[in-house]
Every structure is written in structure tokens, then in C-alpha cells.
């Protein structure tokens, strides 16, 4: 079993965490998270630092406890650091632009693509074939640039479409010629 609930989560300067009931908040430079936590567990600060404690050492607790310091410790991260994806366009003709709260792709369909960006979430356009998603949120910015992605997802041949930065796209070679 991980043990990851285990280790103390550290509160840099200008980070409070106050957590009332099933309810955990966490206040930095950047803005304020909310994030609903399961009852039963007990939350110790002390010396710039959260400790988290299960009450029993069933399978259930186990993985509550692990869940609830990584979901805690993604917050103090992204009310400190924010939280960022990147996505790559590749294909001739493939572009993306931001104009106002709508990212604009066009992606060689008859039409364009208009995606609604949500609130929470700022989307930047340094260049037509490259997409920055940034938040507070992991959670939110992790699936908006996955709701982008699936507008056209990269294709094993040429590899032209919507991919992360850091994704490799595995290659199949096209058809042989005949003898």
C-alpha cells in the first residue's frame, strides 16, 4: 500500500488551510481553492505543516488517506505555483487563436471550432500551433486541455492533430508498396 498519506504536507508563507467539516480551504497569493474531503479523518497543523491522520488502518481509510493529501497538497501547490498543460498543433493548415473567452481551432474541418473557455481556467496562444491551459485547479485544467485534445487527437501515420508537449505518438508505417 502507498504510504503517501503519511507525509506532511508543507505550508509555504502566505497559505492558510482551514478545513470545517467536509470542507477544505486553502487561501494563497494566486486565489482560493474548495475541495469537498470524506469524513473520519483528522487534520493536525503545526510548525508550517498539515499532518494528516487516518483513524483506522482499513483498506477504505488506507486509500481515503493517500486521496485526501494529494488532492490538499495539489491545492497549496496551485494556490502557490498555479498548474499548466501544454498542447502542440501539428498539421498543414492547423491553428489555434484565443478571441476573448473562445479558443478558436481550426483543425481542416468544414468548419471552425469554438471551444467556450470555462471560468477558473486562462488559455494563452504564444504562437497558431501551440495551446497554454493554466489554473488554479488541477483537476479543471488537466480536463479542459483534455477536452481540446479530443477535438482532434494525434493519428499514428503522419501524426497530425492535438497532442501534449511531452506525449510521444507512436508511429505505424503506411501501406508497402507491392512487388
Given at each position: 500500500m502507498s504510504r503517501?498519506?503519511?507525509n506532511?504536507?508543507?505550508?509555504p508563507a502566505g497559505v492558510t488551510i482551514t478545513v470545517d467539516g467536509d470542507t477544505c480551504?486553502?487561501?494563497?497569493?494566486?486565489g482560493e481553492l474548495r475541495q469537498h474531503v470524506p469524513a473520519g479523518l483528522v487534520y493536525e497543523q503545526a510548525e508550517g505543516k498539515l499532518v494528516i491522520k487516518r483513524p483506522d488502518e482499513s483498506k477504505p481509510m488506507k486509500a481515503r488517506h493517500g486521496l485526501v493529501r494529494a488532492?490538499?497538497?495539489?491545492?497549496?501547490?496551485?494556490?502557490t505555483k498555479g498548474w499548466q498543460k501544454v498542447l502542440l498543433i501539428e498539421g498543414v493548415g492547423y491553428r489555434a487563436a484565443v478571441k476573448g473567452r473562445v479558443l478558436?481551432?481550426?483543425l481542416q474541418y468544414s468548419h471552425p471550432v469554438?471551444?467556450?473557455?470555462?471560468?477558473g481556467v486562462t488559455i494563452e496562444c504564444p504562437e497558431p500551433t501551440k495551446i497554454i491551459v493554466k489554473g488554479l485547479d488541477k483537476q479543471q485544467v488537466g480536463q479542459v486541455a483534455a477536452e481540446i485534445r479530443?477535438?482532434?487527437k494525434p493519428e499514428p501515420y503522419k501524426?497530425?492533430?492535438?497532442?501534449?508537449?511531452d506525449e510521444k505518438i507512436q508511429r505505424k508505417a503506411g501501406k508497402a508498396a507491392g512487388k
Open positions: 503517501i498519506g503519511n506532511p504536507i508543507r505550508i480551504v486553502v487561501n494563497g497569493p494566486k488532492l490538499i497538497a495539489n491545492q497549496v501547490s496551485g494556490v478558436d481551432l481550426q469554438n471551444y467556450e473557455i470555462p471560468d479530443a477535438y482532434r501524426g497530425k492533430g492535438i497532442r501534449y508537449d
